[in-house]
């Protein structure tokens, strides 16, 4: 229903977690290189135990393969900086959610790529840096699709 991408994803054990989360809601994961691990590392297996074979996990070059492959309706950026919070959004099938390296988030030139309405943030108190990367994934994922009455879920 929804698309996740991780741009540069550097720690194993988040994006196993997100492994087991678009398995468990039906999203299609979409890594975008360089990876800072092998995809079979074990502790990236040992966070999505063996949820990896119901996970759709497709792999890519560069973020622009990957928009081009997947060619999304929109596509939603999250981010500390992000101005627009993500509960004000009404979420399409096909939406695409784009997540950041864990140690420095998007960059610049990606969040400025977006339209400053499609670059989301979720509220965290003020001195605060950032959610854990999975974390985040699971918190809009279930919005966008508890929106859409969790279609297919059970």
Known sequence: MFHVALLEPEIPPNTGNIIRL???????LHLIEPLGFELDDKRLRRAGLDYHEFAAVKTYP?????LAAVAPPRVFALSTKGSRNFTEVAYQPGDLFLFGPESRGLPV?????????????IPMRPDSRSLNLSNSAAILIFEAWRQHDFTGGG
């Open 109 to 121: 030139e990606v969040r400025e790529s977006l339209p400053a309405e499609q670059v989301l943030r």
């Open 22 to 28: 678009c398995a468990n809601t039906g999203c299609q």
């Open 62 to 66: 560069s973020l622009q393969c990957c």
